[in-house]
């Protein structure tokens, strides 16, 4: 079993500072909602986003739906041998039922995370697909100390996918962190729960292909290929 | 050098025999386009499209976004080593400039193909990003004989990725086939210019995953990884 976070994700509600900026005035009465029901997001809001603190990192749903598709339609996902999290940038960890049939179309993903705010899970009844939760990262990893925390930077330890690979696959419970913000640097509490940052490439590269190429190698590795 | 192309990718106008159905009146009301200047998309038009024949491999220009964002952010593409192409339904081929900034952005995307085929090429002036041509695949790939060309799907023969990998990376002009549409088989214009068939896993897998291994484990072959 390997166990994916996605971090630090550029997925938040439009934050109350912009709420009466035109262009997010304009989009919220568009999409027949209220402002503070609705992902921020730069396609819409970039020229709000100005006024936004570190707003370079955020406002990209978009890097964590590519990144969530790629990684449930793994064979190892599939198999159910993969565990997804998403923390999101106001802090709450997305628990990711490995059966959900995420949407493709951006549109309805959007949809869905923003029901997810409202309802703190998705769907309403039955299992949860989808479940919002506000905890740390340490209960989520730390509290057993049974975790193998490897965070993928440009500025880690540079190893081939590989080396790092035939590593984690012996450990009871590896993590492999994945920042789903599209520039910039993991905060401080990514990096405290890191045994390990690691580097796969010399340049930057984005989420998505991150993640597929690191789920890849791990079938690899655990089926023999 | 590797050449990739999307075949049979699930884009094209809504075609004229459902303008007049009310989902895609309405659809392109509210774009304040004419019906045959938007792309068919499933998300929008799924009522309409159960009066289309073939229409399970119809409507998913997402395919190929996600497929052409995978392709174009791969080490081996930035580096100039990947040549794109992308085969439309409706019997286009898009010539795809490896230095493409492709929009993440879903909608800008379709709007980005709509542009394309108003023009037949995008930017209107200047260097071309994308480039929309009339021509068959026989020309692309085979007027002078020296390509290989693999197209891979899940009934051909099956064989491990690094296998065929090692095959591809001693031919002069490789050229990789991926489908980029939902659901059914290949045309018999794709198995006529394929001179094998491969299939890398007993499933179907989404069109950006395999695009993503293929990539991947070409660079390793390439840069001895």
Do not use: C
Request: aromatic fraction near 8%; avoid cysteine.
């Amino acid at each position: 079993m390997l166990t994916l976070l996605l971090a630090e994700a550029a997925i938040e509600l439009i934050p109350k500072k912009i709420w009466r900026h035109p262009s997010v005035l304009k989009h919220a009465k568009r999409r027949g909602k209220k402002a503070g029901a609705i992902l921020l997001d730069r396609s819409y809001h970039h020229s709000a986003m100005k006024d936004l603190k570190n707003a370079y990192k955020r406002g990209r749903p978009d890097i964590t739906h590519l990144s969530l598709l790629i990684a449930l339609g793994t064979p190892l996902n599939k198999n159910g041998l993969l565990k997804t999290y998403i923390q999101t940038r106001d802090e709450y960890i997305i628990h990711v039922n490995h059966k959900i049939r995420l949407p493709k179309n951006y549109i309805q993903f959007t949809g869905l995370i923003e029901q997810l705010y409202e309802l703190g899970r998705v769907p309403k009844q039955g299992t949860p697909l989808l479940e919002l939760k506000k905890h740390s990262l340490q209960d989520l990893f730390r509290i057993k100390d049974e975790s193998y925390v490897v965070t993928l930077m440009k500025d880690g330890e540079p190893k081939t996918l590989d080396t790092l690979i035939n590593t984690l696959i012996k450990k009871k419970n590896p993590v492999v962190v994945i920042g789903a913000f599209p520039h910039g640097r993991f905060s401080k509490d990514i990096i405290d729960i890191s045994d390990e940052s690691v580097s796969i490439y010399s340049e930057t590269l984005e989420a998505w292909t991150v993640t597929s190429r690191v789920i890849y190698e791990y079938e690899k590795a655990l089926f023999n290929l």
